[in-house]
């Protein structure tokens, strides 16, 4: 049958069911396997759904940017492996994530949830936490869908009722390479899933309501036509890997079973026709669904239970801690049983933790959990390590210890680092910070107790994918130590490392508390920006661009935060205090010079003002063992909204140009900084960079020929029945591997490492294309030896020295051959293999010829000039496999070049543009630094910004007029 509409939305908001389709269902005796599709729209949902039907002319195809389905769509035809069963296959309206009719899109959600026993949410963009918390609607699901008036209950029903989830990342590349593990895609997505989330976030909901949900990559079908004109494309022109990956889908989709409706009983035609029917009308009636009103009506409709039998409810007071169901009220075709061996008891609210851990399987009494545990990208330190070690004659050494750690986290990181006076309280605050009451330790005493630069590394809460490393400082002016050169690099470093630095001061903002702020004023003695100036040449006017977001805390502040008699805020507190003074003199100078560091190189500026903690002395000198009751409450909300701040403001650390800095960047760059200090030398921020860029590219070569390898290795099977087959594996794998050399790698201007990876990523396929053409050759040689070995054992008898033996030798080789030309996978060299078993059989046939005494001469002439061109056609067609193959390697290099342009094209534009942003950035605090100083009246200064901006401008045109060079 061709697809029909079985659903549609009015505009009034409510539902409508096609007739049609319901007559076509309603004769549907059989049971039925239930597909449904959804997801954003022009991402392929409709080509997919007909490669599943089998079908070219399915569902009508959507161009990017044209109409798209509408409504549900239906195909309904009988299924192609269970037999007496049909499939039903419901294509459903894409999503607009920015601009669709949420109230609309998630009517749709619930329906396709609803109506099938495998569920599969198509997307495009990789497989990321990000794809999947576009699925928004399954937030609402357990507001809109009731099973029970218990909130915990309700979830838990409902999570044994929804159907198999399957997530298909459409033109994805996925990469699967963990270090020295290669992850399957099922391990792949618990790890997303497994990542930290909010509570309500999409992907808490779908951890909490789909059980085992599965992750299927399916790359481009076709790389030429894209979705142009898929629908007419024929199937020999689509990807070999494309047909394969869709082939996996279908063969796991089709062991899923049939839909069940009420009491585990299989649902036909004519009750999923019932289920449309009470689902819409439910959906037109109100916003929330009750499903025990809407399978009453099923099972009233289907004729099997009157709308009072108990049984058409759902019996909620079954769904308690422990009890087991024998009989789910409404299942999905995931029977536990066959697919854990095992009885299933439900899992009662109190069996769900916070974080609603998905266990839900009782194996021999004790619960199994479904997530797999492994080494994780980013690192959750149980307690602070010190990471740059100060020793008592002052000379800094980085800890070993401490980069092993960084060298696992291989997220972007996010680096807050506190600075300040001894005996302030820092590390009371980076330990709110880490939510922790114990972490970095607390000093109770007159003397500086931090020592060095300690780290601490913790998962960011509100950014999944980044981890937060909090730096704590060695108290600055410790009288103990009276070393003023090794404060100033304590504070140098942590401007350095940092992508938010925190002073931290105790009482208030005043002239005293700026000039213990003097460090700022020594980071020109401390700091280069570029390697090129001379030593005394001053390049400070660059450090806006580098360096890190400010922020000063206040402690123990006790003022009333007015000016003038008026209120103002923190920040208006911070900028009042930082106002220049008009003026000349030796005083005016040493007055506005931290001020005017400050303003000059800290352009994004945040001030916050903390109470005591607790009154009590005593207490405070505990402070760590204090309770977060037993702080006051004012402390307490200032303290929440700081770390609110940092947690929503702090950026990813990045350096020159863009370049999010890892872990394993993070420990090099405490490295490089260090190794200058200690040589005498004043660290180089553009020296660091490119020094960085070398070991960091190199790694990115090794890491991105590592991937290309295992996956070939695991991908592979060989021997290829056709080099189109490892000629797209390659090109997948290759593209693979430069997308993980272009995402680590930075600064590589003249593409040498870039032309290493092309260069070992064509030997090494040089040398699976010999081990694909040795397997076939193995494989090729056994299968002929076998086919032959009868006629080896007729030679050495003597069976064809006979007269009229030679036409028997040749009836025999033609079937042999036969048989042989017909063994399916004997890989690309079956003709060659062929050609060279049969030419030394040469000998013997001609041996066998010469016997043969019912031939003339005149005919075993003829005979052996036949067998001559035969030979010398069979060469010929081998020699074309040969060249084939040659020009076949020919073209692969000639893609991979083009792939290799392509992607660095496209990091060089993003490249170009975060430049531009950072300029932008910076020109736009310039202005308005400049604009103040014009309206305060400091001419002189804002002349000196003036010319600032003008190279700033001049900097930015030739950023965005810059074309790109010839790479590659």
Not at 143 to 160: G, I, P, R
Not at 346 to 375: D, H, I, M
Not at 486 to 496: E, K, P, R, Y
Request: hydrophobic share 35%.
């Amino acid at each position: 049958m061709a697809p029909i509409c079985l659903i549609e939305a009015l505009p009034s908001g409510g539902w409508r069911v096609n007739d049609s389709a319901l007559c076509i269902l309603k004769n549907v005796q059989q049971p039925v396997q239930v597909i449904a599709i959804f997801g954003p729209k022009w991402t392929g949902k409709s080509f997919l759904m007909n490669k599943i039907a089998e079908t070219q002319q399915g569902f009508q195809l959507s161009l990017p940017g044209g109409p798209c389905t509408e409504g549900i769509w239906m195909l309904c035809f009988p299924h192609p492996s269970l037999k007496e069963h049909h499939l039903v296959l419901l294509d459903i309206e894409g999503f607009d994530t920015e601009k669709g009719d949420k109230r609309k899109e998630i009517k749709l959600f619930i329906l396709a949830v609803l109506l099938s026993n495998v569920f599969i949410y198509n997307t495009q963009g990789g497989v990321t936490q990000e794809e999947l918390q576009k699925l928004i609607y399954v937030k609402e699901l357990p507001h809109l869908v009731k099973a029970a008036s218990d909130e915990e209950t309700n979830t838990c029903l409902l999570a044994s009722l929804l159907p198999h989830f399957i997530w298909c990342s459409r033109d994805t590349i996925l990469d699967l390479n963990m270090g020295e593990e290669i992850l399957t895609p099922e391990d792949y997505l618990n790890d997303v899933l497994n990542a930290r989330q909010g509570a309500e976030s999409s992907v808490c909901w779908i951890n909490k309501l789909f059980l085992q949900p599965r992750l299927y990559d399916i790359c481009e079908p076709c790389p030429t036509a894209r979705f142009v004109n898929l629908d007419s494309l024929p199937e020999d022109q689509l990807a070999f890997l494309f047909k394969k990956q869709v082939q996996t889908l279908k063969e796991y989709i089709f062991n899923k079973g049939t839909k069940t409706i009420t009491g585990g009983e299989k649902a036909t035609g004519q009750m999923l026709a019932c289920l449309v029917e009470s689902l819409t009308s439910s959906l037109s009636e109100g916003d929330v669904v009750p499903l025990d009103k809407v399978f009453e009506r099923v099972a009233w409709k289907e004729g099997s239970k009157k709308p009072d039998s108990p049984d058409c409810s759902f019996p909620c007071s079954n769904f308690t801690e422990g009890n087991t169901l024998a009989h789910p009220v409404v299942s999905t075709t995931r029977d536990r049983k066959q697919e854990f061996g095992e009885e299933i008891k439900c899992v009662g609210p109190s069996q769900y933790s916070p974080k609603f851990e998905r266990v839900v399987v009782q194996q021999s009494g004790k619960p199994t959990s479904l997530t797999r545990t492994r080494k994780q990208l980013s690192v959750n330190m149980e307690k602070p390590i010190c990471l740059i070690e100060n020793s008592a004659s002052g000379d800094l050494h980085v800890n070993q210890k401490a980069l092993e750690i960084l060298s696992e986290v291989q997220q972007p990181v996010i680096v807050v680092a506190i600075v300040g006076l001894y005996r302030t309280g820092k590390s009371y605050l980076m330990n709110k910070l880490a939510r922790k009451q114990k972490g970095f330790s607390l000093g109770s005493t007159v003397e500086s107790h931090t020592k060095g630069i300690w780290m601490w590394c913790v998962p960011h809460p509100i950014k999944q994918d980044h981890t937060l490393v909090l730096l704590d400082t060695e108290g600055l002016g410790d009288v103990n130590k009276g070393d003023e050169k090794n404060d100033c690099w304590i504070f140098a470093l942590a401007v350095l490392l940092s992508s938010m630095f925190v002073y931290n001061s105790m009482g208030t903002i005043d002239q005293n508390a700026l000039d213990k702020l003097h460090y700022v004023t020594e980071l020109t003695e401390c700091i280069k920006v570029k390697s090129c100036n001379s030593k005394d040449e001053d390049d400070s006017f660059h450090f806006a661009r580098f360096f890190p977001a400010f922020v000063w805390t206040v402690r123990d502040f006790t003022l009333e935060l007015k000016l003038d008699g008026h209120p103002i805020t923190e920040n208006e507190y911070l900028e009042h205090a930082l106002q220049l003074r008009p003026g000349y003199g030796a005083k005016v100078q040493k007055y506005n010079f931290p001020r005017q560091c400050i303003r000059s190189y800290f352009p994004s500026r945040k001030c916050f003002v903390f109470e005591r903690p607790v009154s009590c002395v005593e207490k405070l000198r505990k402070l760590e063992e204090v309770s977060e009751n037993e702080l006051e409450a004012s402390f307490v909300k200032q303290a929440q909204e700081f770390c609110h701040y940092v947690f929503e403001t702090a950026k990813t650390k990045t350096l020159h140009g863009g370049h999010n800095v890892t872990g394993t960047l993070l420990g090099n760059l405490a490295v490089t900084y260090v190794d200058a200090i200690r040589s005498g030398a004043v660290p180089c921020l553009e020296n660091a960079v490119v020094a960085l860029a070398q070991i960091e590219n190199s790694a990115a070569v090794r890491q991105g020929h590592e991937h290309y390898i295992r996956a070939m290795e695991k991908k592979a099977e060989f021997p290829t029945e056709t080099l189109k087959e490892i000629s797209e594996l390659h090109a997948i794998c290759e593209k693979e591997a430069i997308q993980v050399f272009m995402t680590r790698s930075f600064k590589d201007d003249d593409q040498t490492h870039q032309k290493e990876l092309k260069r070992i990523i064509n030997l090494s396929y040089e040398q699976f294309c010999r081990k694909n053409e040795q397997a076939s050759i193995d494989k090729c040689t056994a299968v002929i030896i076998d086919a032959f070995q009868n006629m080896e054992v007729q030679i050495t008898a003597g069976y064809y020295s006979k007269p009229g033996g030679y036409c028997c030798f040749m009836e025999d080789q033609k079937e042999m051959i036969e048989a042989y030309n017909a063994y399916p996978g004997k890989g690309i060299k079956a003709e060659e293999v062929l050609k060279n078993f049969l030419k030394d059989r040469e000998e013997i046939a001609y041996s066998i010829l010469k016997t043969d005494q019912t031939l003339t001469d005149k005919q075993k002439e003829v005979e052996a000039e036949r067998m001559k061109s035969d030979a010398a056609e069979r060469e010929n067609i081998a020699m074309k496999e040969n060249q084939k193959a040659l020009q076949q390697m020919i073209q692969d290099q000639d893609r991979g070049h083009k792939e290799h342009v392509q992607q660095l094209t496209e990091k060089m534009e993003q490249d170009r543009q975060n430049l531009i942003k950072e300029q932008e950035r910076v020109l736009n605090q310039k202005l308005q630094e400049q604009r103040f100083m014009l309206e305060n009246g400091f001419r002189d200064q804002a002349n000196r910004l003036e010319r600032e901006i003008q190279a700033l401008r001049q900097e930015t045109r030739q950023s965005r007029s810059r074309g790109f060079c010839s790479v590659m």
